[in-house]
């Protein structure tokens, strides 16, 4: 009976160890890096302005049946000619601001990325 006992300590002791480790081993990841999207519609970037974290991404995606370039003024990125429905990814490993326009339209209005540490 008192073998049992003991037994059962050393077994719950050992459970109690085993919860503490894995609990102690769960530690908070990185924030995740901001991401964004862009649309591009009606001859316009939506929103025109981006704020993202540096680190983050940015997805634009072409919603117009007219083709359009994401392109920044001096050529920090450049997507080339986007057809309906195709997207362009950026990662942005460096804060600062970005001015981007579409060398399609020059009637566009340029837009903006702003990237923040
Ligand atoms: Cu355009």
Redesign the pocket.
Known sequence: MKKRIILSLIVLSGIALIYSCSSNTVKPGPAPAAAATVS?QN?AFVPDTVTIKAGGSITWTNKDT?P??VTELSSAFDSGSLATNQTFNFTFNTAGTFKYH?L??SM?KTAVVIVTN
Do not use: D, E, K, R
Request: proline fraction near 0%; glycine fraction near 0%.
């Open positions: 591009v001859f007219a359009h370039t579409c399609i339209h566009m």
